[in-house]
């Protein structure tokens, strides 16, 4: 998150100059001012993540420097940071949700929860645990609220583009137990004809998922929380080979899945 000041306009009196915001991490497993923290670090807020329409590693690579996520299919992502990347085996780096690490595919992950996503560059393993020889990503989620809150987002676009996701959040119990609700249905057809069947059935995708936050504080000094997800992605085979095009005497681009 690149946190700049803004330039005040002409004749605006120094004392309504905007000044840096102040942006607070936990890479570290504790609240650190950003611009003091000495790690290299890309903080991306619930705003900066709703304003540029943020919904998977892939957008958050494409806003974050020194990170790419190159995708072969969803199932066969390879999270890249400084460069540093495996041929075989496991990525040099991991994604963790509150800190905990995110076992299988995390493309399909809401991120209507996520209050800020940090991603920290560089060994991490100190603090997270294996694979994270590059870096770090870290979904730090938001916690429920003491009021009735909620939101709802629909998409839609060729090729049957659809996402649907949405969220509440209140109390239960004044003051001492709160709840929040999240869901997403996710769906895009393929759009190459697979040349061996004849069909467009080459990379559509799809996600269902839906998550619950419980927060208790029964007294000033106990509070505990407790999350629970579940996604399941159904996607087709990725496009392999592209074959086809002008002066090949076939009817538009078509598809081989090696």
């Not at 929380?225 to 496009?239: F, I, K, M």
């Amino acid at each position: 998150l690149s946190v700049l000041a803004a330039t005040p306009v002409l004749g605006q009196d120094s004392s309504e100059a905007s000044v840096l915001e102040e942006v607070i991490v936990t890479a570290r497993r504790a609240e650190e001012n950003l611009q003091k923290v000495p790690l290299s670090i890309t903080a991306i807020g619930a705003k900066d993540i709703e304003a540029a329409g943020i919904t998977s590693p892939e957008d958050i690579a494409a806003l974050t420097p020194g990170f790419s996520y190159r995708t072969n299919g969803r199932a066969g992502a390879l999270p890249v940071m400084r460069g540093m990347s495996n041929i075989l085996g496991a990525a040099n780096v991991s994604f963790f949700i509150d800190g905990v690490v995110a076992s299988g595919s995390i493309a399909g992950y809401n991120l209507d929860n996520v209050e800020r996503i940090e991603v920290i560059r560089g060994p991490q393993s100190a603090l997270f645990g294996r694979n994270t020889f590059a870096g770090a990503v870290n979904y730090v989620t938001r916690k429920p609220t003491d009021v009735f809150k909620g939101n709802v987002k629909l998409t839609v676009g060729e090729f049957n583009n659809q996402d649907f996701s949405g969220w509440a959040s209140g109390p239960i119990v004044e003051g001492k137990l709160r709840f929040e609700v999240n869901g997403r249905y996710m769906n895009k057809d393929g759009q190459y004809t697979n040349l061996v069947s004849g069909k467009k059935d080459i990379g559509g995708v799809q996600t269902k998922s839906i998550g619950a936050t419980m927060d208790w504080a029964p007294s000033d000094w106990f509070e505990a929380t407790l999350r629970t997800n579940y996604s399941v992605d159904r996607d087709e085979l990725p496009a392999q080979v592209a074959i086809g095009g002008p002066g090949t005497g076939l009817s538009g681009a078509r598809v081989l899945n090696c």
